[in-house]
């Protein structure tokens, strides 16, 4: 392969020199989705012919024009099911696109078809998902991680050459860190979430896989900026995400918590500090803070996030949209049974708490509470992005789980990765080895708005590297 | 934090979420992991953190507003608001209703 090529600039020089034209891309995508996906159960529904969605297809100036994309089965689409991998929306086909699809598809992208991912997105294994678990490609024994592990594993597995996923606590960086690949979160308000069905609304943010950092920027470019129907969203430069690749790394004062290394393993740690030394060789400056408490942290997101769940999903009541309980006698019973058969067992659980941090008699110890630490630990990384200009963290301080271990009852090991959804700062995840065959990434976030260091960074890194260019063995044929 | 049979019913009513064939060990486990944020020592005076986007407001038009704005105007709760309708109803320093 050659180093300097991302996925999509092969693509586009194929299309360009004439050698494919994008529905000869899209075929071939779909060729290796068949061939590989019933091992990995990636994709939850694929689109069979591009044409329905190409609707803008004389664009082909456009980076992304002939590119085929995944997308998490939780961001609208018209073309096909919207389930969010539970019954409740099992049947469900939405009447709009999601902004993030229809930015795409201006671009001449086309939509390869829809991922699994935790039901409503609430997990970290992919495995609750009425479609069943999503496999590990590097190990069909582990899990893939989540929410987004669909995405992950399909763009890991070369059945995608991009996708996008949504991150409320980590569920793109996680799945991205297990999978071997790069995972982002933008800032919060740079991607319009219309038509990314919610689960918690100040934390949500759609983020995107890819093997290259530059491959992650053209789609982030394409799919950022202003939206009337999203009024978090702000009006970005053009080119906002990819207009700093190949800057100089020299004189990046990147912060690093020494305490992090502890609860690693031994050799994960050695694979971490060989990558700090390597980080020093290119210029950058590593500095020694401390984060916050991350046990806190954790607690405060989930606080939220379950309060926000409770309250997002209040909507799917049996009458809108979505699994009707039919044998109701009155209001009530529709109610009550349209959501109990409709919901998952994590879900039903999330809700329940949800609901109970925002009682009356919890709120203030639960909810209010959670908001003002989340403002405290808002205030701690203002005080550190005084010192630094980014931060260098764990992902997930372990490589992929077997598919048989139950991590649910662990919340506390997302204490990485929610940091990023309490402050709404950017984070990437991208690896930087592999250890027993699996591969392990680190983490790296700066504030609000400044994620195009974040990129710059892994790609400069990609240039010295070839951990991003490794295949799982699953994949013989790896054609693009 | 041991939740009562009352408890749960009451959950299990505002929830709109029967409990037949759900278990309640899960539920406890995991409120007794979040229970620990109760002794979290913070600062009276700590302002909640809304969201991202409402800390977008703080920092530009919101501070306008309050140097230009008489203080009872102020006192509306915008912590209630859903944070998705808060700019539409404060971005506006302009906005002669206020």
Known sequence: MNKSMTVIDRIRQKIDQGYATSRDIFELYRIKINRYNPQINAYTSINEDCSFTNEYNNKPVSKLYGVPIALKDNICTKILPTTCASSMLRDYKSPFNATVVTSLERCGATILGKTNLDEFAMGSTTTHSIFGATRNPWSLRCLAGGSSGGSAAAVAARIAPVALGSDTGGSVRQPAHFCGILGMKPSYGTVSRFGLIAYGSSLDQIGVFSNFAYDAAIVLDAISGLDPLDPSTRKLPNNFFSHAINNPLRGIRMGFDPKTLYDMSSPLQTLVENHIVKLKSEGIQIINISLPNLQDAVRTYYVLALGEAATNLSRFDGIRFGYKYEYSKNIEELYLKTRTYGFGEEVKKRILLGNYMLSSEQYSSFYLKAQKIRRQIYNSFLSIYEKVDCILLPTVNYTAESLSNDLEGDLLEDKYTVLANLTGDPAVSFPIGHMSSLPFGLQLTTKRFNDPLLLNIVHILEQYGDCHLKVPKIIVDEYI | ?98
């Open chain 2, 1 to 98: 934090m041991i939740l009562s049979d009352k408890d749960l019913k009451h959950l299990s009513d505002i929830s709109k979420i029967s409990l037949q064939d759900f278990s309640v060990h899960n539920l406890q486990t995991m409120l007794n992991i979040l229970e620990s944020l109760k002794y979290i020592e913070v600062l009276a005076d700590t302002e909640p953190f809304i969201s991202p986007a409402h800390e977008d407001i703080e920092y530009s038009s919101f501070h306008q507003l309050r140097e230009d704005t008489p203080m009872n105007l102020l006192d509306m709760d915008i912590q209630k608001l859903d944070s998705f309708y808060v700019p539409k109803i404060i971005v506006d320093p302009m906005d002669k209703d206020l």
